[in-house]
């Protein structure tokens, strides 16, 4: 006899860790709509429309502002895959998990990699990073803009000028910050960028843009390659190596995305209705006007959680918007603090990895989560497991603080 199975029917959950985030109602409701062929009008319209709305929330003209079918770590796949030939010297600065996942990937594509580190919990100066090129001279400089593991937001806005003095590609990952922090593609010279909707976006995981600028586009169409079934007379390949990936050859989906439509996948229709829906929200809203949303939400979880005898973890100055690391107090277990969260309030935080593991939770306000009543629930929630587990800490004072922090936007 057949196993049975119930429908599908998640608990409810209020998601404040470090992502994903509970999904925006809209962003599910047009998930729902029905499928078309992938190549009706009314598809490539919308993926039309989706590409123009992803122009605007990169801040970009690139004309090849698209989505790979993926979770961001896809984006990621495609942008190094496609770019990387064995023996390319890449410069990826760590300051976190994910400088870590970037160096891995770099790895495997057959990279010379180079890094530099610093602690979880800082940043990199410009003047490290322009240091460091002088020295590899690398094609590439990979970096993340927010890395969720520490929460700390790498400053930009300098090193694309550096990169253009030495010839160097810049690539960012921007996947937990973009939409709730400020992300300027073109006015900071960056060549590649690949985000993911589960975060500030507010969206499941599960689709992920990224917008190339033309000088990225020319370096990887010298390894463009035509599948021979759908080859036609006037096609031409490329004259560099073959990419090493079917699945995230770049030169492919641009085809695909292009004007001649070239076959190259089904598109993840589903997700496609995702991803323009995330962007739309989210342009509806006003750019500034998330990132200030953003900003005030994860002010007065910060500050709620200080009030709450809890420090701090990080460089405050370059904390993300949109996600904060408190220390966890030696009176009390962390994942049973985070237990009692999620059994007795609904509520999900985060703890983190490496060095940071068992040392310090991740609390997001983002998406949207990123809303008052999801900060003070969640800090009314924490502050209560924390009294009853022995942490001192004067009743109503986490959300006494919040308020506050409402009180004088």
Request: charged residues 20%; hydrophobic residues 40%.
């Amino acid at each position: 006899m057949s196993e049975q199975f119930e429908q599908i029917n998640p608990p409810a959950r209020l998601l404040m860790g470090p992502g994903p985030i509970n999904a925006d109602p809209r962003v599910l409701r047009a998930m729902s709509a029905q499928l078309l062929g992938q190549y009706d009008p009314a598809m490539t319209g919308y993926m039309n429309e989706t590409m123009a709305l992803y122009r605007q929330v990169f801040k970009t003209e690139n004309q090849w502002t698209l989505l790979i079918d993926g979770t961001s770590r896809a984006g990621i796949e495609s942008v190094l895959v496609s770019l990387i030939e064995p023996g390319d010297k890449v410069l990826i600065p760590i300051y976190g998990r994910f400088g870590h996942l970037l160096n891995e990937i770099a790895l495997r594509c057959g990279a010379e990699v180079h890094t530099i580190e610093t602690e979880w919990g800082a940043v990199f100066t410009p003047e490290q990073i322009e240091e460091a090129i002088i020295k590899v001279r690398p094609k590439l400089l990979a970096i993340v803009q927010g890395d969720t593991s520490t929460t700390m937001l790498q400053p930009l806005e300098e090193l694309g000028a550096i990169c253009r003095r030495y010839d160097v590609l810049f690539y960012s990952d921007a996947t937990a910050s973009i939409g709730g922090n400020p992300f300027e593609t073109d006015a900071w010279g960056l060549d590649a960028v690949s985000v993911g909707l589960q975060k500030c976006l507010g969206g499941p995981s599960g689709s992920a843009p990224v917008t190339l600028s033309a000088r990225y586009v020319d370096e990887v169409r010298k390894r463009h390659h035509i599948e021979a079934g759908i080859r036609d007379r006037h096609h031409a390949e490329g004259k560099g190596s073959m990419i090493r990936s079917n699945y995230f050859d770049l030169p492919m989906i641009l085809d695909y995305w292009g004007d001649e439509r070239l076959n190259h996948h089904t598109e993840a229709t589903s997700m496609l209705y995702c991803a323009r829906e995330c962007a739309r929200i989210l342009m509806q809203e006003g750019l500034e006007q998330s990132i200030a949303r953003h900003r005030l939400q994860g002010d007065a979880m910060a500050q709620g959680l200080a009030a709450m005898n809890l420090e701090l973890f990080g460089d405050q100055t370059n904390k993300m918007n949109n996600i904060v690391g408190v220390y966890i107090p030696d009176s009390v277990a962390g994942e049973a603090v985070r237990s009692v969260m999620l059994e007795d309030f609904g509520i999900e935080i985060g703890t983190s990895f490496g060095p940071l593991k068992g040392k310090i939770w991740r609390i997001g306000t983002m998406g949207y989560n990123a809303r008052k009543d999801a900060v003070l629930v969640t800090l009314s929630a924490l502050e209560n497991v924390l009294r009853r587990m022995g942490h001192k800490c004067t009743a109503g004072a986490g959300v006494d603080a919040a308020m506050a922090v409402y009180s004088g936007q």
